[in-house]
């Protein structure tokens, strides 16, 4: 199959189609003060977007083409069925990326409106760490003792 410009120029032009798309977020983004709530969630939703399109491509990567599916066009419709699946999971339920940045920068967009007091932090009390195998050995006792209890229980 001859194609007019080699592979790797095809989806460098797609990489970068992707990339524009993510700095004019970056730029719509930047004016959160004069946004409303509902321009914010949008801005988080096409993020979501822009980022599963790119997981979804990231995967693609993973699985070796030979034969008929290594061509130009297999590639650019895979790159088309990728934006659009990332476009209507990101319009439903998404992978929950678009809440979480919605609300953290409403939360913050509030701060500085001084609608909300921003949290405080008290480093008079130090951080509490955790030794995980002491976790881990304490939960395999508390489910050895529930094995048991339930043994007893049951007459075995």
Not at 46 to 51: I, K, L, N
Not at 68 to 94: C, I, P, R, V
Not at 125 to 139: G, I, M, S
Request: hydrophobic share 35%.
């Amino acid at each position: 199959m001859d194609n007019s410009f080699p592979l790797n120029t095809q989806t460098d032009i797609f990489s970068t189609m992707g990339m524009k798309k993510a700095m004019q977020l970056r730029e719509q983004a930047g004016s959160v003060d004069s946004q409303s709530k509902q321009q914010l969630k949008e801005l988080a939703t096409q993020f979501e977007s822009v980022f599963s399109q790119y997981l979804m491509k990231s995967m693609r990567e993973t699985v070796p083409k030979t034969g008929m599916l290594d061509s130009y066009a297999t590639n650019m419709y895979e790159q088309m069925l990728d934006e659009e699946f990332a476009k209507e999971s990101s319009k439903s339920q998404g992978i929950g990326l678009a809440d979480m940045i919605f609300n953290e920068l409403s939360r913050k967009d509030d701060i500085l409106k001084g609608i909300i007091e921003q949290p405080t932090v008290d480093l008079s009390t130090p951080p509490k760490f955790y030794d995980l195998n002491v976790e881990r050995a304490n939960e395999t006792a508390r489910a050895k003792s529930v094995r048991g209890a339930d043994r007893e229980g049951s007459g075995l």
